[in-house]
């Protein structure tokens, strides 16, 4: 979750409900977690202005889980809104969502503090989502799987569509935010999945960044007050999917 002075920004919707898939346990699912993390996080569905995917996999794309919200407009970027048309990319109907759909060019920006930058490879449009301000935070979405790939960036998954480009945007990525004050907030590294990037040999590594929420605030009081804006300029507000 990513919140400005001006918008709150929901960053990859995971798997959702409602929506048909080939694996059991992510097909049609109907249980409250979704709901329940975003209060646990002290937001409501009221709250959000933006929901945006990194690319358009079905762990990834907010495809169904869209209707959860009454005002969020659902943001992707045009490549990888042509490539979500194909069977690559699994169940991943490419509908906008009765108008609440907004197709973008991969160098949009929201506001004054958030924009998209390409990091293809993993996927052919594949978005990395930053902090405008000095980068204070970038959410990279599956340009890495697991902290090996940080360790040696030259290592690529097999759901990679270009394997060596990912390891060359992988790299570049790495480099850019290691051994800065830039918080990283990846999909799929547990427990570290907010961290900084240091320097490690010829590879690299996280170090987790401890997050928290103010003790006993509403969602209102997190998403508009002062307090919560200076938490998210600062690349520490956040919560796993």
């Not at 945007?169 to 961290?195: G, M, N, W």
């Amino acid at each position: 979750m990513v919140v400005t002075p001006h918008h709150t920004i929901f960053v990859d919707s995971c798997i959702g409900n409602n929506k048909p898939r080939d694996l059991a346990g992510w097909s049609m699912k109907t249980d409250d977690t979704f709901i329940r993390c975003l209060v646990a996080a002290c937001f409501s569905v009221n709250d959000i202005d933006y929901v945006m995917c990194t690319h358009m996999h079905v762990d990834h794309v907010p495809e169904g889980a869209l209707r959860v919200w009454p005002t969020g407009v659902q943001l992707r970027e045009c490549g990888e809104y042509e490539n979500g048309k194909s069977d690559l990319y699994g169940q991943c109907p490419a509908g906008d969502r009765g108008g609440r759909g907004e197709i973008v060019k991969d160098n949009h920006q929201i506001g004054d503090h958030a924009r998209l930058l390409p990091t293809p490879g993993h996927t052919p449009g594949h978005l990395a989502f930053f902090g405008k301000r000095g980068d204070d935070a970038v959410m990279s979405g599956d340009l890495m799987h697991s902290p090996l790939q940080e360790r040696y960036p030259e290592l690529s998954v097999n759901f990679d569509v270009d394997q060596a480009e990912s390891a060359n945007t992988r790299r570049s990525f790495l480099e850019r935010y290691c051994d800065t004050k830039t918080i990283c907030c990846t999909a799929h590294f547990v427990p570290q999945s907010v961290a900084r990037i240091k320097r490690w040999g010829e590879g690299f590594k996280c170090e987790s960044v401890r997050v928290a929420f103010p003790q006993g605030a509403s969602a209102s009081r997190v998403v508009r007050s002062p307090r919560s804006r200076a938490i998210s300029d600062a690349g520490e507000l956040g919560h796993k999917q």
